[in-house]
């Protein structure tokens, strides 16, 4: 009698559980139509509103000014203004990448797979989406803020009147390596003690986190101190400047 019980049962289990299930026909698929159909006019209608037209025929005695990379690799063009070239085109990227390629051994909450929700995964949702928005900003400075020279102007200025360049500033020899190192070793011992979700991945997994976090973060830091303060570098060496 209670095996007869249990069998019964079972199906009702199983039912539930595909229920319960999204199968990715027609649920993600549908979602994903929709999503790319709205992609489509979005591009559709900037299409429409912005003009695209041809420029004339290339002269190898006259320099376009600005000399604008394509708007895909306008944030890394942006980039060169705040940070030397070696560090603008190779580590940053680098750490883009490497950060991208270690995420799914880094973060191994089976939370929120599958699903849309941002309540399930903050820290992670979160700091994506502000590497993400930050790399649109820059792209949006370098399209619609670079003038002439690369001097910024904001959009009520006439790139017709060139700006004079103006002289930048440099921390202090000693000042340069102390920010550096208050930045980065604050950064990393603080969210150690006052974060138990940081904490509970081990030491490995959270230093590769923080080291990748901590690069991204000083991007706008380093943006604020170049477009408000004025200062070029925070460290300058005969070698390197950062």
């Known amino acids: 009698m209670n095996m007869e019980t249990e069998e019964k049962k079972e199906p009702k289990k199983v039912a539930a559980q595909k229920e319960e299930m999204d199968y990715v026909w027609p649920d993600l698929v549908f979602k994903e139509y929709i999503a790319a159909i709205a992609v489509l006019l979005i591009l559709l209608l900037w299409s429409f509103l912005i003009n695209a037209p041809l420029g004339e025929m290339a002269n190898p005695g006259i320099t376009e000014n600005p000399a604008k990379a394509p708007w895909y690799f306008l944030g890394l063009q942006e980039l060169l203004v705040y940070f030397d070239p070696w560090i603008a085109g190779v580590i940053l990227p680098t750490f883009i990448v490497t ?3 270690v ?4 973060d191994t909450n089976t939370k929120g797979v599958g ?7 903050k820290f992670a949702a979160y700091n994506f989406l502000f590497g993400f928005i930050l790399w649109w900003v820059l792209i949006f400075i370098g399209t619609f803020l670079r003038g002439p020279n690369w001097s910024f102007y904001w959009p009520w200025e006439s790139w017709a009147v060139h700006k004079s360049v103006e002289e930048s500033l440099v921390f202090q ?4 390596p102390a920010f550096l190192a208050i930045y980065f070793l604050a950064g990393f011992i603080i969210p150690w003690f006052t974060s138990k979700y940081l904490r509970a991945k081990g030491f490995l997994r959270y230093s590769i986190i923080m080291i990748h976090l901590l690069v991204m973060y000083f991007i706008p830091v380093k943006v604020f101190l170049r477009l408000v303060l004025n200062v070029r570098n925070v460290w300058a060496t005969p070698w390197f400047n950062i």
């Open 173 to 176: 020899p000693a000042w340069g």
């Open 115 to 121: 699903e849309y929700a941002l309540s399930l995964r």
């Open 99 to 101: 950060g991208l390629i």
């Open 103 to 106: 995420m799914p051994y880094i």
